[in-house]
């Protein structure tokens, strides 16, 4: 007979590894659009990095279906981006370094495959935050080409799946 204590430490396991189950990946595209849908329902401003410790700052407009820069270049060094989102829906920022915005790799529904991204090539991103606020992302940026996108992807009450990216939630940014 096992020890009350044994029993409670399998429990605690058992109970561990349902919940480390239940967050894993899904490769079912069902579910990967209501996890978006869901994450866009939560959003909230959860800024990358410290803006207050950028040398440069760039102010960057987010709304349907565009994504608007004050300024298409900066030096090298930390980027700071003051994210306003003015459209109706959340939205995110995806800063992408070395793949155009042609040559990025593609799920079935048109948003960005992050996975199939090059390595090295997903610098970082603003997770998806409300309409009608603002958010802070700091990204170190050697020179080169950027892509900065929103790939959200949301399931309509129709039914209907509309994908930021597709829509044309995309920008080029130089650093110089």
Known sequence: MRSSRTKWVLAAMA?????FTACGSSDNKEADVETE????EDAKCEPYG???DSTTRINVTLNEWVVDLSQSEAPAGLVGFALEDVGE???????VKGVTP???PLADDGSLNEDALPEGALI????PFPAGETCEGTFELAAGEYT?????????????????LKEGMVTTFTVT
């Open 15 to 19: 109970a561990g590894m349902l919940v």
């Open 37 to 40: 849908e869901h994450m866009a």
């Open 50 to 52: 410290v803006f207050l």
């Open 89 to 95: 829906m959340p939205h995110e920022f995806v800063v």
């Open 102 to 104: 042609t040559e990025l």
């Open 124 to 127: 970082g991103e603003v997770e």
């Open 148 to 164: 900065l996108l929103c790939n959200i992807v949301e399931e309509e009450d129709d039914g209907t799946v509309e994908v930021h």
